[in-house]
Each structure stands twice: as C-alpha cells, then as structure tokens.
C-alpha cells in the first residue's frame, strides 16, 4: 500500500487563531474540535498542528515550557484526545509539531540551569559559555538570532547562553544523551495518544558545531541565515551530524502501528534539504520554493522541475508549501510588485506600495491549482483557502511577533498571517469566538472573506479549493508530471498528471487558446479561453 503522505494535503491549523470555543479571545483545542467539519468538507487528508504545549508565549507557543502537556489556555490532554479521536473519526489525520532545537526559558530544565554553576550537568543540557573581553562582556561568538540581535545572552552569574531565536528560547545540547533521550520520550508520548505524525521545528538546526574554541560566522547583511547554502561547513545549521538524530528517530516511529510520519522544517536549498527525507531519516521536509518564486512561468517551470528531480533522487516525491505561520499571506504577496521588500511594506502599514489584492486574489486562486496539481504532498495554511490577505495593518501595540521588539522595531514580523479567522458574516470576532476581542484584532469586514460567506457562493475561493480537492483524487496517485511539448510554453504551464488530466497555467495578462477538454476546476470564468493569471483543470475527452 501506497504509504499516505505522499499524496496527502495537510492543513496547518495554528491553535491560536483557528476557533475559539471558550470565548476568551483565544483559539483553542475544543475550537479546533468544532471546527474539524471545515478540514473535512474542504477535503483535506488532515491536519498539522502548530504548538498548543504549556508555554509562555514568547514565540506564539514556539517556546516550550512543558512538551507533554497542553497549555491550559488551549484547553487539557482531554481536550486534545477528544479532537484526536473526532478527527479520526472524520477520516482525518493529526500531525503535531515538535520543537526539539530549544525549551522555553521556564521549562524546568532551564530553570535548573540558571540556578545550577557553570559547567554543572544541568547546564550542560543548554549551551552555556564563557563570554570574551577580559571580563567576559562579549558574547562568545558573533552568531546572530533569527529574530535580530546576538544569539547570546548573559545569565545572572556572567556566562552566555545560546539562543538561535529569542532569549526566551534557549538552545538545547543535542550532544548530550538526555536530550536525545528526553526526545524519544516525547515523540513515544505523543505517539501512543494517537497522533500520526509530527513536525519538525528547524530540523537542521539542532546540532552545533561546539568544538572549542567556537568559531565566528561570517556575517552576511543582516546578520540572518542566508549564508547557509554557500557555507557547506556552518557551525550551527545543516551539520552533517543532525541526521544521525533522525535515523534514531525513526527506529522509535517505527516501533508504532502505523509507524508515524515526520515533516521537517528545512530551510535549505533543494539537493540539501532532501537529505534529510532519505529513507531512513524523515519522510517528508517542507520545500520552500514556491515562496520565493515571483509570478513567472519559467521560474515556477524550474522549481517543478528541480523539486521532483531532487526529490527523486532519494526515491520520494516533493511537497509544496505556498504560505504558512511564518511568512506573507499569497494574496498580498502576489498582489505587490514583484521585488516588493515586505519588511519595509509592513513597517508602511501594508500602504507603500498599495497591493492589487484582487489580482493578488487571482493569482493566488491559479497558484493553488498549481500546487494541489503537483505530484506529492501539499501543505495548505490556514485562512488560504478563504483567500486571506496579510493583515498588514496591525497596530504596533498589538504586535506579539518578537520580531518586532528584538528588531529594534524594523520589522513588524509575523503576527500579519496570524491574524483570527472569521467563520460567519456577522457577529463578534465574525465567529472566531464571541466573548472576548480575538488576541489580535480583526479588519472591519473580515466577515466578507468568512466560511460562511463563501460557503454557497460557487465563485469564492473556498469553493476553488473544495472544488479541486475533490477532483485531485483523479490524478495524485500519480507520481509523475510530464509537460505538454506542445502547450508548455511562454507564461503558459502545460503538463498531464495521471493519463487523463491536462494542467494549464497562464502567468501572463493575454488570454490563450484552451484546448479540447471538459473542465474539472477554474480558478476564474473561462469564455472558451484560458486568461491570464489564471489556471485550469481539463479532463481529456
Ligand atoms: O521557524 C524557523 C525559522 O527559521 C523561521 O525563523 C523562519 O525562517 C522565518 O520565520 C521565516 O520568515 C520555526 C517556526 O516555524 C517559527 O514560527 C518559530 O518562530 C521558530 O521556528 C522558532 O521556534
């Protein structure tokens, strides 16, 4: 038997901001539960949870204080069997994330390790060093956190520690066995209560390089990880001994009927990141590609054809990623010019320049059917099958992202595609909740792009995506794409899935013949030709 991910569309729910059944601003587990029904007549294979463990929320849930346990504001261990089992019964998987690369300041490992002396078996479970200077003011090394500033920081007794993402985030140190002991544990735990998969948090991440004396980065501008692919020996990410972590990993998932599926996040470059997907590492890595992919046939052409290719060669097939929890809504991005630097457009309030967002909407429509017509898996984010736009507009003072503040205020950072969903038309917090303000607020009229607005309007994007995932059975069985010589060409994309489904694609703004076929799924009205910005389905004759 086929095994299920290879052609499963996956839906990202951040817990936060899904559904809120107690009312208090929040989304939560019993929120989630009420609104499985969504996942399952969108036609989704299941879900990924992003965290919902005990955290403070430094990082939205991305620090976390206690990885076997629910935080109480999202609800209890009840709460999340009782989704578990309704989705299941709803034919739907559950995917959870892990976050093995760091703890939340409050896990009580840290708090030992603050408390412990320096090279004490508590610390030695973190990074903690030395600093540099002669009295050790000076960070130890010159790394940088993903989110701005130093990726150290003193503790009280004068010794640094690691930190890759905010100082509440300290890096664990998977050279030491109880971390990797701690890991089993977990992936058992959560195993054993149903879930069928997980996903990894910056999976290439997790080992250092902490040979002494630690070495300096070259920095590029900015000080961010884009050094990476031209860097093959980083001291801190893609370290060849990450994937020994994953090999035990799968010994432990294998143990488990059906064995359990992982996804990792990877942030690399094709032919690197699919190391990590080989047989018998991780099933699965998120392909970035398509998010730094300007509307251009031929630059979408390649990434197709690179991410099978790279794929292929550790025998699997690619996934396909278009947005999530980290990045600028499609609709917004699609509907800015092309180059559009997004920090500076969010840090103008989503005003300079001014995005087209009804031709962001439609591209955004002909990207879906591009990437749910793509062999293998994809991963569809939250509020983009209601065609959500990036909430660019958040007041400062709502912003949670620590981008924001560790930024020095220059990048406003991630709450924009975080924003709640809205359910109804009407109503408080447009169905989100209804006691509380949502955590983050909604614009006026959220209620415009709402599942019950677009429900019975055969036009909505919510309809695009039921409408393809129906007829996605027809094809993806399929592992192969082969291009149409003859239509692939200039902005147009052209290729058959299965042995009876042509593909179409147009990027450019002129209209284009359609060749002989019955329509399976448009994104946009068709008058017996394909227009621009737009895609099709045809079913051969
Ligand atoms: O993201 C890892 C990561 O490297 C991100 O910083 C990513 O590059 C960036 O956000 C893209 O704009 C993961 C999670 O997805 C993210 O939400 C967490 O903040 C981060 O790990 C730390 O756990």
Known sequence: MQQWWRDAVLYQVYPRSFADADGDGTGDIAGITARLGHVAELGADGIWLSPFYTSPWADGGYDVADFRDVDPRLGTLEDFDAMVAAAHALGLRVMVDIVPNHTSEEHPWFREALEAAPGSPERELYVFRDGRGADGELPPTNWRSTFGGPAWTRAADGQWYLHMFAPEQPDLNWDDPRVREEFRGILRFWSGRGVDGFRIDVAYALVKDLEEPLRDLVLVEG?????????????????????????????????????????????????????????????????????????????????????????????????????????????????????TDQRAWLLSDGRDPEPDLELGTRRARALALLELSLPGSAYVYQGEELGLPEVADLPAQALEDPRWVRSGHTDKGRDGCRVPLPWTVEGASYGFGGGSAPWLPQPEGWGRLSVQAQTDDPGSVLSLYRRALAHRGEFSSDETLTWDDTLNRGPVLAYWRGEDVLVLVNTGEEAVELPQGRVLVASTELDGRLPGNAAVWLHRE
């Open 223 to 339: 000080g961010r990880f884009e050094d990476i692919a031209a860097n093959p020996d980083h001291p801190f990410l893609d370290r060849p001994e990450v994937h020994e972590v994953y090999r035990d990993w799968r010994r432990v998932l294998a143990g488990f009927d059906p064995p359990r599926v992982t996804v990792g996040e990877v942030w690399l470059p094709g032919e690197r990141r699919v190391l990590y997907t080989r047989p018998d590492e991780l099933d699965q890595a998120f392909n970035f590609d398509f998010l730094r992919t300007a509307w251009d046939a031929d630059a979408y052409r390649r990434v197709v054809d690179s991410s099978i290719a790279d794929a292929a060669r550790v025998g699997t097939v690619p996934t396909w990623v278009i947005g999530n929890h980290d990045v600028v809504r499609p609709v917004s991005v699609l509907g800015l010019p092309p180059g």
